[in-house]
């Protein structure tokens, strides 16, 4: 005998292992289904209960399925209470046990207890599969038109399972939904607000229909919020906070897209956003709805405010459920209400401080959307402040959005670099990967900070508590690169830093077990450079890099080994080490390509135009048309990358012209020869078809003059010697016309030939003479480059080399010197970094660069570039671009 559910929980709680229990489980089960087998009626109520305890536990409890099915078609209210508990804990919408009882349950809908109707449809609404709820669809609707207000609720609540599952059914349960919210029963119209949310979740496009309910869901609202104490719907003070929190959430889908809605709503929203307290979770839970559905519908900026001000309240309260939902809402309005946000913002920083590090990532994402350019100094400071206490992983979030912050909002570069400073000292490891490039791009393209720069981190880097590896990595890049300017600098400004200072701190720095080996690469580059900068202590850093040619990482020896060996090679160690060249915005770049594009365009407008008019002559007079227009295509767009070579090889006579045609439209290389022959074949086709043409035209003049002969062997007599005249004659013309073709085109083809070869020696005199001598290309303000070239190969491809001199001839020094090469798309250039960006006056010095220009295509092209040349002199800034295109280089 089987034990009651009493003493079968007594018996699993006083098992003190799982074993134990699942011997106490198996037994039991055995039971009940020995139970089961013999069809006991009397216990089965009592074992279904024993069943859902062992299913709760996590044992097997699927064989009294079955049995909570022989329940539910029990006559009794009791047992069909425990079979419908039974199956809606046992059983899953997906097991084919709960189609079986699809008939029972259509039974017990039909009934006329009320109760057991109840029991019904709350399996339906818990368990009820698609095709159940498809089939009794028909028997709901009805239940939904009862008068009993029980049995209408719980129908709604199936309706809404109905609509979720099977979401053409959407139709028929429409029609009831204003009947449902005219109800004075507050759960039917619970129920029934609940439905048209469901509708309007599955067809959006019904919310046009139920925009009429807003006047009535208005006044109801306004009802309950005016309403004094009920007993019947009081929670807590507030007259049912359940439906007024329904209400809110259906006017917020109704008012969204509706101008005519939301002012509707507008007056009931504001009395509802400002009279509630936020003492209570149940006034927290109104005035949220409330402020969620102001920002979400068409409100005017007052009624924004007043939500925004409401929030702001939930954040000075003591509930952090209440603070955190706060945040999440603001941050949806920092688009479309960035003032009023920025008037709160003591409260929301005062959220960084929060014990609750959800609260405080919240607050940070919104510190950081109300940021601009304005605030950004304040909030940034504010940030940082809360770093130091911040957790670690937490610190990381800030270093991010403080530097986006600098690299959106800055107001100006020394700020930028203080506030980065900061940020390296403070936050450690903890930072964004390229806050040490953002840093070194500043300093580079603004020389008044490098002194500056320089300065403030040497000092803070003689405290050993920022001694963090980035900012080590930083602080010996930046020394390093302007070590001079930081030594001569300060020597005039007073102050006590010197070279050997300087050189002392690197050593420590490197001998220090702290130290990784990544930073001790910048520790080396910096040392190197020292050498470059700075004369007269060569061996001082040859004894502190010694040491390192042996270190037992790879990486750092062969630096020191490479290092140590350039003091061996003065002449090139200084263009290796050179500073590093000013950053170039890319907007500076698109800009010279697009002035280039221009400048070539204009440049050959002339030779394009002339280039085409050949072409058309020559069109008209060739006589096979469609072998021109097969290969027209692809030829103009070779016609438009020539350069100026190509007007002075235009063609001077007939034959010439269908070469130079056949040229321009097929290329150059082994395509061109073979387009040659086959443009030979096609004009000495042309030509025989010229001839017999000729020869049928004067057959046809014999014949008509031999018509008018009495005797038939007189005409032939006389049309023979006709024929044989004629052909005589025409013999003789193409023969004479054949020997003058060929005397003119000999004399065009020596003609040529003498015009080439005397071309081709003046472009090799000129290109020999250009190799031999610089070439100036800008001469302006005292400034003069030169350049002189040579033409070669490079890995098999045509190529010109030169060396760029730049000399300054004036009595004033040329600052901040950047030169800047573009070529035509034809060519890639490739520029070296200049030896240095100042030039002395009076010629005392020059500044050296490196150019290589490739050709990309195959035919032969003349040289042609745009010089954009930047410096500054007399504390002005000149920017001037100048095209260089007379150049005589062919290649």
């Not at 039974?86 to 084919?96: D, F, P, R």
């Not at 008509?704 to 024929?723: A, P, Y």
């Not at 001839?809 to 090469?821: A, E, G, H, T």
Request: a positive charge.
């Amino acid at each position: 005998m089987s034990m009651q559910v009493r003493d079968l929980i007594k018996a699993v709680r006083g098992c003190k292992t799982a074993q134990k229990i699942r011997e106490v489980i198996t037994r039991e089960s055995a039971l009940i289904r020995n139970s089961f087998r013999k069809e006991d009626k009397i216990n089965r109520p009592r074992n279904i209960y024993k069943l859902i305890y062992i299913h709760m536990l996590g044992f097997p409890s699927e064989f009294g399925q079955l049995e909570c099915l022989k329940l539910i078609a029990n006559p009794s209210y009791i047992g069909k209470r425990i079979g419908y508990l039974g199956l809606s804990i046992l059983v899953t919408e997906n097991q084919e046990v709960l189609f079986m009882s699809t008939n029972i349950i259509r039974n017990d809908l039909s009934s006329e207890d009320r109760y057991v109707v109840g029991l019904a449809l709350a399996a339906l609404g818990n368990i009820g599969s698609p095709e159940m709820l498809r089939d009794l669809a028909p028997e709901i609707e009805k239940l939904m038109e009862s008068e009993s207000s029980y049995l209408k609720k719980k129908a709604t609540l199936v309706a809404i399972r109905t609509i979720r599952l099977v979401p053409e059914s959407v139709d028929r349960f429409i029609g009831k939904v204003r009947t449902l919210i005219g109800e004075k029963n507050h759960g039917v119209v619970l129920t029934g607000l609940q439905l048209v949310l469901s509708i309007v979740k599955t067809e959006p496009e019904t919310i046009v229909k139920f925009r009429k309910l807003v006047p009535g869901l208005v006044r109801m609202l306004k009802s309950l919020v005016n309403a004094g104490y009920s007993s019947e719907y009081d929670f807590r003070g507030t007259a049912d906070p359940f439906l007024q929190y329904n209400i809110l959430r259906l006017l917020r889908y109704l008012g969204e897209g509706s101008k005519k809605s939301s002012k509707l709503m507008a007056d009931i929203l504001t009395q509802v956003g400002t009279s509630g307290g936020i003492s209570k979770n149940v006034e927290i839970a109104i005035l949220y709805e409330a402020v969620s559905t102001i920002l979400s519908i068409e409100s005017d900026s007052k009624l924004r405010v007043t939500a925004i001000n409401t929030l702001s309240r939930f954040l000075s309260g003591r509930h952090n459920n209440s603070k955190y939902v706060a945040l999440n809402t603001l941050l949806k309005a920092v688009n479309t209400e960035p003032k009023s946000l920025k008037r709160h913002r003591k409260v929301i920083v005062e959220c960084l401080k929060d014990k609750d590090i959800s609260i405080r990532r919240r607050a940070l994402d919104l510190v950081f959307g109300i940021m601009d350019k304005k605030n950004v100094e304040s909030l940034t400071q504010e940030l940082l402040d809360c770093l130091p206490k911040a957790e670690k992983e937490f610190r990381y979030d800030i270093t991010a959005k403080i530097c986006t912050a600098i690299e959106k909002f800055s107001p100006n570069d020394k700020w930028q670099i203080d506030t980065l400073i900061k940020v390296l000292t403070i936050g450690g490891q903890y930072i964004r990967d390229d806050v040490s490039s953002m840093m070194t791009s500043v300093i580079g393209r603004n020389p008044d900070l490098q002194y500056y720069t320089s300065k403030k981190l040497f000092n803070i880097l003689l405290d050993d508590r920022y001694r963090n590896q980035t900012f080590l990595q930083v602080s010996s890049w930046v020394i390093g690169e302007y070590g001079d300017i930081l030594m001569q600098k300060s020597e005039k400004d007073g102050e006590l830093i010197n070279t050997t200072q300087a050189l002392d701190l690197f050593q420590i720095l490197l001998e220090s077990s702290r130290t990784t080996d990544e930073t001790k690469y910048y520790i080396l580059t910096a040392l190197i450079k020292f050498s470059t900068r700075i004369e007269g202590y060569d061996e001082l850093i040859k004894k502190i890099i010694k040491p390192y040619r042996e270190h037992v990482n790879v990486e750092l020896q062969q630096r020191a080994c490479e290092f140590f060996l350039l003091f061996d090679y003065n002449e090139i160690r200084d263009p290796i080490l050179d500073r590093m060249p000013i950053f170039v915005e890319k907007e500076i770049e698109l800009e010279i390509e697009e002035e280039v594009s221009e400048n070539i365009n204009k440049g050959e407008n002339n030779d394009i135009q002339k280039n085409t008019q050949i072409i058309q002559n020559q069109i008209n007079v060739n006589q096979n048309i469609q072998t021109v227009q097969n290969t027209q295509n692809t030829g103009i767009n070779e016609l438009l990358m020539l350069n100026t070579e190509t007007k002075k090889t235009q063609p001077q006579n007939k034959q010439d012209s269908l070469n130079f045609l056949q040229e321009i439209f097929s290329g150059s290389g082994s395509r061109s020869n073979n387009n040659n022959n086959n443009m030979n074949n096609n004009n000495n086709n042309n030509n025989n078809k010229t001839g017999g043409q000729g020869l049928g035209l004067d057959l046809g003049l014999g014949l008509g003059l031999g018509l008018g002969m009495n005797n038939q062997s007189q005409r032939q007599n006389q049309m023979q010697t006709q024929r044989q005249t004629q052909q005589n004659q025409m013999q003789n013309q193409r023969q004479t016309q054949q020997n003058q073709r060929q005397i003119n085109q000999n004399q065009n083809q020596n003609k040529n030939q003498n015009q080439s070869q005397n071309k081709s020696q003046n472009q090799n005199q000129n290109q020999q003479k250009v190799q031999n001598q610089p070439f100036v290309v800008y001469e302006k303000n005292g400034i003069k480059i030169e350049m002189n070239f040579k033409v070669g190969n490079i890995r098999g491809t045509p190529a010109v080399m030169s060396i760029i001199k730049t000399t300054n001839i004036s009595s004033i020094p040329i600052s901040n010197y950047l030169l800047q090469v573009a070529v035509p798309k034809t060519l890639k250039a490739q520029l070296s970094q200049p030896s240095g960006q100042t030039i002395p006056p009076n010629g005392n010095g020059l500044v050296n660069q490196q150019l290589q220009i490739i050709k990309l295509v195959q035919q032969k092209t003349q040289l042609s570039i745009l010089l954009r040349v930047t410096y500054v002199i007399n504390g002005q800034k000149i920017v001037e671009n100048k095209e260089v295109s007379n150049i005589p280089i062919f290649f």
